[in-house]
């Protein structure tokens, strides 16, 4: 099993950036895909959440609006969408596959992302 994300990097403020998360080893349209980050000195959370039908997604409160996750189950990849970049929003990204009610759950090695001028 393996998740590989790519696309982060420096950024302004008010930038934009892609995110990308290959996903191989496993049935990608079995799993509900999230983002979650995690700060330097701060507790890893939740980011952005897809179903694994791709119909249904969620949105931490501070990303709404800003971030729009979506998968490509063709290419078994996921995104992640990121406009208006605050400071903030600096952090590693990473890449989570789960199906819960079979307590499978796994991790990429993370992208890191920076917002500063």
């Known amino acids: 099993v393996q998740l590989v994300e790519s696309g982060g990097g420096l950024v302004q403020p008010g930038g934009s950036l892609r995110l990308s998360c290959a996903a191989s080893?496993?049935?990608?349209?079995?799993?509900?895909m999230s983002w979650y980050r995690q700060a330097p000195g701060k507790e890893r959370e939740l980011v952005a959440w897809?179903?694994?039908?791709?119909?249904?997604?969620d949105y931490a409160d501070s990303v709404k609006g800003r971030f729009s996750i979506s998968r490509n189950d063709a290419r078994s990849t996921l995104y992640l969408e990121m406009n208006s970049l605050k400071p903030d929003d600096t952090a590693v990204y990473y890449c989570?596959?789960?199906?819960?009610?079979?307590?499978?759950?796994?991790w990429g090695q993370g992208t890191q992302v920076t917002v500063s001028s």
């Open positions: 989570n596959a789960e199906r819960r009610l079979l307590g499978l759950r796994y």
């Open positions: 897809i179903t694994s039908d791709g119909i249904n997604t």
């Open positions: 080893g496993f049935t990608f349209g079995r799993y509900a």
